[in-house]
């Protein structure tokens, strides 16, 4: 493989463009020519806006390089539930096939200002339910390292395209575990950051606490720098904050393990299949044995599960119910579930739910105290054939409903902590395994520091993209 810009780290691409050894128009070039070799077979960016791009690029390369922001030109795509504006925008939904918004998401705003280049929207499944990246709309995105299998969810399409190549960084999003199962099945990072450090919005419940944005890369490198970039204040958004004076990315140049660890396979309440444990287990001895010191212990987080279904609920019923109303024959069933899950919900159940939330969060924040992290499998299975809506059996165990599979991932979602996934090895079909780090609220830097240092000693991170495989 030669050197092309598309082959380049995010940090390297953005390195070259401020010292002017490469423009943004050259970068989109580059991207566009691997979107055209590599989307046909994989189907992660199913929206281009190349036009849109070239024009943005133009008005980057008018100004001086110190003043094109901290991505300098660099190509990003957006998930497709994320609203770009003059681009059409779907959320996976035959709903809204159509719908073309006339102003951006706040996120997008964000990344715009530092001189990111929106070039593509990124698949999604309908309204991010689900972490099978398939919808009516544009079909199924299709796992790189096994044609036949999926990509994870919901940011599937984003994860597809940085693996392969189609992107430098992408942007997406976490509910349950929606950055973090595409990164472990794709064989990249994805980081959830803690509510409030990345702008939301706009939303009809800007309140919420469940739903993030965040970054996902090839490398823990790539994914602190643009975390800097999407991080900052935004008074629109309630939960925002002012940003400190620390650079997420030098803090990942700088990795350090913690002073100890806790680790647990299931976190009390997961079922996870023989060869993810086998290749986590692998994974906790190179840690260990290059000097981490890892007990086995998680916090009770038992009612992690009945708050996380109760507000997942509720929120679906907040912000979809119009869709319901006006759509129902044209949404999937587990969108129709959740919504009217919700619609059924008393007052008394919500306060239920959140006194959970209370309670699991003071006791992850007791034991972070404690253990300054927790590492945990990113998703208990590995990536499964593609046909499948959803998964329904883990070690032999049937499951219940269709989100019994995600717990690993919302059962960190309703601690609000960050957390971030890293490839830490293959099982023995060679599919990818994914570690998942758990980090204290607004503790973004130095778990991006433990996450580096795991990153080196594990060696499992992509040095180049892949081309999409027909068999793993």
């Not at 924040?365 to 809506?389: M, N, S």
């Given at each position: 493989?030669?050197?092309?810009?598309?082959?380049?780290?995010?940090?390297a691409a953005?390195?070259?463009?401020?010292r002017?050894?490469?423009?943004?128009r050259?970068?989109?070039?580059?991207?566009?020519?691997?979107?055209?070799?590599?989307d046909?077979?994989?189907?992660?960016l199913?929206?281009?806006?190349?036009?849109?791009?070239?024009?943005?690029?133009e008005?980057?390369?008018?100004?001086?390089?110190?003043?094109?922001?901290?991505?300098?030109?660099?190509?990003?795509?957006i998930?497709d539930?994320?609203?770009?504006?003059?681009?059409?925008?779907?959320?996976?939904?035959?709903?809204?096939?159509?719908?073309?918004?006339?102003?951006?998401?706040?996120?997008v705003?964000?990344?715009?200002?530092?001189g990111?280049?929106?070039f593509?929207?990124?698949?999604?499944?309908?309204?991010?339910?689900?972490?099978?990246?398939?919808n009516?709309?544009?079909?199924?995105?299709?796992?790189?390292?096994d044609?036949?299998?999926?990509?994870?969810?919901?940011?599937g399409?984003?994860?597809?395209?940085?693996?392969?190549?189609?992107a430098?960084l992408?942007q997406?999003?976490?509910?349950?575990?929606?950055?973090?199962?595409?990164a472990?099945f794709?064989?990249?990072?994805?980081?959830?950051?803690t509510?409030g450090v990345?702008?939301?919005?706009?939303?009809?419940?800007?309140?919420q606490?469940?739903s993030?944005?965040?970054?996902?890369?090839?490398?823990?490198e790539?994914?602190?720098?643009?975390?800097?970039?999407?991080?900052?204040?935004?008074?629109?958004?309630?939960?925002?904050?002012?940003?400190?004076?620390?650079?997420?990315?030098?803090?990942a140049?700088?990795?350090?393990?913690?002073?100890?660890?806790a680790?647990?396979?299931?976190?009390?309440?997961?079922?996870?299949d023989?060869p993810v444990?086998e290749?986590m287990?692998q994974?906790?001895d190179r840690?260990?044995?290059?000097?981490?010191?890892?007990?086995?212990?998680?916090?009770?987080?038992?009612?992690?599960?009945?708050?996380?279904?109760t507000?997942?609920?509720?929120?679906?019923a907040?912000?979809r119910?119009?869709?319901?109303?006006?759509?129902?024959d044209?949404?999937?069933p587990e969108?129709?579930?959740?919504?009217?899950?919700?619609?059924?919900?008393?007052?008394?159940e919500?306060?239920?739910?959140?006194?959970?939330?209370?309670?699991?969060r003071?006791?992850?924040?007791?034991?972070?105290?404690r253990?300054?992290?927790l590492?945990?499998?990113?998703?208990?299975?590995?990536?499964?054939?593609?046909?499948?809506r959803?998964?329904e059996?883990?070690?032999?165990?049937?499951?219940?409903t269709?989100?019994?599979?995600?717990?690993?991932?919302?059962?960190?979602?309703?601690?609000?902590?960050?957390?971030?996934?890293?490839?830490?090895?293959?099982?023995?079909?060679?599919?990818?395994?994914g570690?998942?780090?758990v980090g204290?609220?607004?503790?973004?830097a130095?778990?991006?520091?433990?996450a580096a240092?795991c990153?080196?000693?594990?060696?499992?991170?992509?040095?180049?993209?892949?081309?999409?495989m027909e068999?793993?």
């Amino acid at each position: 493989m030669t050197d092309t810009p598309w082959t380049w780290t995010a940090v390297a691409a953005v390195e070259r463009l401020k010292r002017g050894e490469t423009t943004p128009r050259e970068l989109l070039a580059s991207m566009r020519q691997r979107v055209e070799a590599v989307d046909p077979m994989v189907n992660a960016l199913p929206t281009l806006c190349f036009d849109r791009a070239e024009r943005f690029a133009e008005r980057l390369e008018a100004l001086p390089v110190a003043d094109r922001g901290r991505f300098a030109g660099l190509p990003w795509p957006i998930k497709d539930s994320t609203a770009v504006s003059g681009v059409r925008t779907t959320w996976g939904s035959l709903a809204y096939a159509d719908h073309v918004p006339e102003t951006s998401d706040y996120v997008v705003e964000a990344i715009e200002a530092e001189g990111g280049v929106v070039f593509a929207k990124s698949n999604t499944p309908e309204f991010e339910a689900g972490a099978n990246t398939f919808n009516e709309v544009f079909g199924r995105t299709l796992n790189p390292w096994d044609l036949s299998r999926s990509a994870g969810g919901s940011s599937g399409g984003a994860a597809v395209a940085v693996a392969t190549g189609m992107a430098f960084l992408a942007q997406g999003s976490d509910f349950a575990c929606s950055l973090r199962y595409p990164a472990a099945f794709c064989n990249v990072v994805g980081m959830r950051p803690t509510p409030g450090v990345v702008p939301q919005g706009p939303s009809a419940l800007p309140g919420q606490v469940l739903s993030v944005m965040g970054p996902l890369a090839r490398n823990v490198e790539d994914v602190a720098l643009a975390l800097d970039g999407m991080a900052r204040f935004d008074a629109r958004d309630p939960l925002s904050r002012p940003c400190g004076a620390t650079s997420y990315l030098a803090a990942a140049q700088a990795p350090r393990p913690p002073a100890r660890a806790a680790f647990s396979m299931t976190l009390g309440m997961a079922a996870v299949d023989r060869p993810v444990r086998e290749a986590m287990g692998q994974a906790l001895d190179r840690l260990a044995s290059s000097g981490l010191r890892v007990d086995e212990a998680c916090p009770d987080l038992a009612a992690s599960d009945p708050a996380f279904r109760t507000m997942r609920a509720f929120q679906f019923a907040a912000l979809r119910r119009g869709a319901l109303e006006r759509h129902g024959d044209k949404l999937k069933p587990e969108v129709i579930w959740n919504i009217e899950e919700g619609l059924k919900l008393t007052a008394l159940e919500l306060a239920g739910a959140e006194a959970d939330r209370a309670r699991v969060r003071l006791a992850m924040l007791e034991f972070l105290d404690r253990y300054g992290v927790l590492i945990t499998p990113t998703a208990p299975v590995e990536p499964f054939p593609v046909e499948q809506r959803y998964v329904e059996h883990i070690d032999g165990q049937r499951l219940a409903t269709y989100l019994d599979w995600l717990v690993l991932g919302y059962a960190i979602t309703v601690c609000g902590c960050p957390a971030i996934s890293i490839p830490c090895g293959r099982t023995s079909t060679g599919l990818p395994v994914g570690l998942q780090l758990v980090g204290k609220p607004h503790g973004e830097a130095e778990l991006l520091r433990t996450a580096a240092w795991c990153e080196g000693v594990l060696g499992q991170s992509l040095a180049r993209p892949i081309d999409p495989m027909e068999h793993a």
